[in-house]
């Protein structure tokens, strides 16, 4: 089995994941995906922001299946603050250490928009 790179993109910057993350996210939670593309679809590099966790596959790192999901929210009144409106990893991807690997994440692109 080939090795495997795990990390993130904001999906404003890859709209290609969108479906990938509508079903995550339908996985989850249930809800119309109708009602998941619309939010999905305001992303963008200030608020709300979302973060997509891929896993790609060293001879074809341009390309990736989505893992998990998390999204910034703004904190109104605080032009400096952000929340975690949710993060969620794929059910038979859970426990491998994924959900710490898309906090640290999410961390990180928080910090490079915040700071």
């Given amino acids: ?61 341009e390309h990736g299946t989505v893992i998990g999901h998390s999204r910034l929210c703004r904190v109104y009144g605080q032009q400096d603050a952000a929340f975690v409106e949710s993060v969620v990893v794929r059910r038979k991807r859970r426990n491998q250490g994924l959900g710490r690997k898309l906090m640290d994440e999410t961390e990180q692109h928080a910090l490079s928009f915040l700071c």
């Avoid at 404003?12 to 009602?35: F, I, N, Q």
């Fill in 1 to 61: 089995m080939e090795a495997a790179i795990v990390d993130s993109v904001a999906l404003h910057d890859c709209p290609e994941y969108r479906d990938g993350c509508v079903e995550v996210l339908c996985e989850e939670w249930g809800r119309s995906k109708t009602a998941r593309l619309s939010m999905l679809e305001k992303s963008n590099p200030h608020l709300p922001y979302n973060i997509v966790l891929l896993e790609r596959t060293i001879s074809d790192s």
